[in-house]
């Protein structure tokens, strides 16, 4: 039986799948948008340290393996998909908490959107750029944003979890 303050399992797993498809529709939406609004390795200066700029990334976070002749693409599809499949047995396994199938449910929707360009545009599309004083933050995307968030949330979660209960105080 449920506590009346506890949805059912598949009430909660609802909503930490709703949570997931919402970052990858948000992330989809916005990168739909650059492409109709800027040609490819356009500037767009917004403040000092912060531009719009359209690039495709065919490897990983920070242009890793880029320049790999193409197999990069299905291989992190397929990393995206065995990690996807990981995340949902531990959003089932979590369901009870919020923090962790948060970041999981963060991670889920940020890689689908970056799947999503890999099979569509053959590479993830980027566009937010950081720079300050000569320095120059590699571009990213929304879903790269979810991602680093979830797995700051999940670490945090994984470490706060990992700690014995602080012992109940005499009364």
């Not at 992330?27 to 912060?50: A, E, M, N, R």
């Not at 193409?70 to 499949?85: D, P, Y």
């Not at 990213?140 to 602080?166: C, E, K, Y």
Request: hydrophobic content about 55%; overall charge neutral; charged content about 10%.
């Amino acid at each position: 039986m449920h506590k009346a303050s506890t949805p059912p399992a598949a009430a909660r797993m609802a909503l930490w799948a709703a949570l997931a498809i919402v970052v990858a529709v948000l992330d989809q939406l916005s990168k739909q948008w650059v492409l109709d609004s800027l040609h490819l390795g356009q500037v767009v200066p917004v403040t000092g340290f912060f531009d719009l700029v359209l690039v495709f990334n065919p490897g990983a976070a920070f242009s890793f393996l880029a320049d790999h002749g193409g197999w990069q693409r299905w291989f992190f599809t397929g990393l995206a998909a065995i990690i996807c499949s990981w995340l949902l047995v531990e959003t089932w396994r979590h369901r009870t908490e919020t923090l962790l199938p948060t970041a999981f449910a963060m991670i889920i929707g940020g890689a689908v959107g970056n799947v999503y360009d890999r099979l569509v545009h053959g590479a993830v599309v980027d566009f937010l750029h950081f720079h300050y004083a000569g320095y120059s933050w590699p571009a990213f995307n929304l879903a790269d944003s979810a991602i680093t968030v979830g797995v700051v949330l999940m670490l945090w979660g994984q470490f706060r979890h990992g700690r014995p209960p602080s012992p109940e105080k005499p009364s």
